[in-house]
């Protein structure tokens, strides 16, 4: 099955700095890789998503790269502010069957954003 | 668009009680939901995926008998926890993506916090 490792578990930055955070997937057959936010007691928000047939997609301070060949996919945070600290979640998506597709998420990256 | 309503958002009860949670897309036909469940401070765990109309797929491990699945219209989706013990404390996210032709975008509820006493 799919297995996807994303790093770091924990990152601080300073308001305005720029953050990253990178995950990498095991089965060649994902082909979209979203990424969500989660605020503590919620559901996760879909806050941007990529493609396979796409290196990169740009959301305002949002960026996501992605490297089919090496089975990785990043995210980028330009700019960042208080209300971007949250639990932020990589997944891979693959055909599972049965007209259904399922998502494999990363373990999350807490991002603390200090004022 | 895209909102997934998930209620009750908490639910405390005795050892023993079937607790329902409903999962309901607001602004779109679901064809497929999913339920995840969440333990603190780790990633979410699928549990099962429901096609509308049609039995649940279970994930290993995850008891059908013990999670009811019904997924009996294209906007709403029911998970019931039969007979819930304080092992079964957790956080229920269901999703639901509009399904169709290609990989589509799952869409999250707000979770509900289930306790057991």
């Known amino acids: 099955g799919e297995n996807v490792e994303q790093h770091p578990s924990t990152l601080s930055v300073q308001e305005g700095d720029s953050a990253v955070i990178k995950c990498t997937y095991s089965?060649?057959?994902?082909?979209?890789f979203p990424w969500y936010k989660q605020e503590l007691g919620k559901g996760p928000q879909l806050i941007i998503d990529?493609?396979?047939?796409?290196g990169e997609k740009k959301d305002q301070r949002i960026a996501v790269t992605l490297n089919k060949t090496a089975k990785h996919f990043s995210l980028h945070i330009t700019e960042t502010q208080p209300e971007d600290s949250a639990v932020y979640f990589c997944a891979a998506s693959k055909y599972s069957g049965a007209g259904s597709y399922q998502l494999t998420f990363g373990k999350g990256t807490k991002l603390s954003v200090i004022p | 668009g895209a909102v997934v309503s998930q209620h009750p958002s908490r639910v405390i009860c005795k050892s023993g009680t079937s607790v329902k949670i409903e999962c309901r897309s607001l602004?779109?036909?679901?064809?497929?939901m999913f339920w995840y469940r969440q333990f603190p401070k780790q990633s979410l765990m699928l549990m099962a995926t429901?096609?509308?109309?049609?039995?649940?797929?279970?994930e290993q491990g995850v008891e059908k008998d013990k999670f009811l699945i019904n997924h009996a219209s294209l906007t709403l989706s029911t998970l019931t926890v039969t007979s819930a013990h304080p092992e079964d404390s957790s956080f229920y996210i269901c999703?639901?993506?509009?399904?169709?032709?290609?990989?589509?975008?799952?869409?999250f509820g707000d979770g509900t916090r289930l306790s057991i006493l």
């Open positions: 602004d779109f036909q679901a064809t497929t």
């Open positions: 429901s096609n509308e109309g049609s039995k649940a797929t279970y």
């Open positions: 089965d060649s057959a994902s082909n979209y």
């Open positions: 990529i493609r396979s047939n796409v």
């Open positions: 999703s639901a993506s509009l399904g169709g032709r290609g990989n589509q975008p799952q869409h």
